[in-house]
């Protein structure tokens, strides 16, 4: 069953993230699939994230496809006009990858090349409403394709940036613009994101769209700082930084915050899934899946490739 | 405050498609040699009110009555369609965050002049061909949409 199908369908969702190698090895990208095989509905591939060049995120896709797994694209405006977006959502579902998140993008100052020339030629709303016309079968130019593309388009949401009613009005933007699944950033602050849950109630946008929780589980009290200080957008309260510095395993303090943070947003109403983030922590995935009960009663196959052996799948 | 115009018309995808088309501009017909210079000595005049009172960047394709009449274009990526997820703690840029978000003023101007509802409309994609022309005369000629200055209050 496709994501898509999986949205309309209801249940909890479970996607999680998996940042492509910056060199272009693909048993890099096959080594951390693995770990989400049979858990997860749909893997992110992150888009040269936070600006830093890594392997194409259609490319990384295309290998999960191999590979049986169901990839969500993620497509920043940073890198292309209109002519190469319009391409590039084409050629994805010309190779089998229908789902794309639709993002602005990190501005280049935070990557490893500042000096390079951003686009900005749409932004991430009419990049939603692109993929939309596209799977219509116009481009933006008016022109019919014969063949229109099967697209699931999602967007990205961030519940902690002021002002948190311009947040709201935002996710309603994204939705008209036609999204069918959001993604937010990662979730520290649980009561934020519970204020943001209820004004997206009140508006009852979460009707309208399968609202995904971001949950992002850290290794170590440096890991939090370094995201506090160089992602933008992103907000940890003292007293998570001041748990996991008393913690002797910080480790298994990571993970147990992450599962009680899952545990919690699925109290949530209105809340559709949890989007997993970890950063370079793939292998961390099942073990939350498991302790958090996102597990599915058919993963029971699944958890059997973890340990290496049945790689191979016809 | 303005909670009930909050959510504008319609949602976006019970609209008719041909809605949907408008998305981006079309090509328009180049200006011819005259158009051009009435163009240019448009954009002067153009230029004394809004450089200075806007910080107009020049884009040809105004949509200041949109935007509580704070230019949008001085956002780094030049977002037409509100923030990025970026703004810092009390409405800091990303990208140089010794300055306010253009759009967290922009929000907080729209509530005050009760224009919130017209955030939530799709600005259409940046014609770059209308880039550095005057964008009164392109009203004028109907390449543009025409400025929302005064608004029908509901009794």
Known sequence: MSLSQKIDTGGFLFTAELGPPKSCNPDAV?????????????????????????????????????????????????????????????????????????????????????EAKNVFDLDSIQLIATARMLRMGFFLSGEQMKRPPSLCIGGAANPFADPLEFRVLRLAKKIKAGAQFIQTQPVFDLDRFKTWMNRVREEGLDKKVAVLAGVMPVKSVRALTYMEDQVPGIFIPRELISRMKKAENPKEEGVKIAVETILCLKEVKGLRGIHLMPLMWESITPRIAEESGLLRKDSAAGRNTLSGKAKKTS | MNEEKYQGKQPFHEEEDTQLLELATRHTKDMSRSEKAVSKT???????????????????????????????????????????????????????????????RIYKRARFLRRLFLLTRIEKIHNWNLEKTSAWMNVLQKRIEAPILFLKRKK
């Open chain 1, 30 to 114: 096959r080594k951390k699939s693995v770990h989400f095989k049979n858990i997860v509905d749909g893997v992110n591939i992150t888009d040269n994230q936070t600006a830093i060049v890594r392997l194409s995120s259609i490319a990384a896709a295309k290998i999960l496809v191999d590979e049986g797994l169901e990839p969500v694209v993620q497509m920043t405006c940073r890198d292309r006009n209109r002519l190469a977006l319009q391409s590039d959502l084409i050629g994805m579902s010309a190779l089998g990858i229908e789902n794309v998140l639709c993002l602005t993008g990190d501005h280049q100052r935070f990557g490893n090349h500042p």
């Open chain 2, 42 to 104: 448009a954009l002067i005049f153009e230029n004394v009110v809004k450089i200075p009172f806007f910080r107009c960047q020049r884009c040809g394709e105004c949509i200041l009555s949109h935007t509580a009449f704070i230019c949008s274009q001085r956002c780094p990526k030049r977002l037409r369609n509100g923030p990025c997820g970026g703004t810092g703690r009390g409405g800091t840029c990303e990208v140089y965050p010794e300055q306010k978000c253009v759009w967290y």
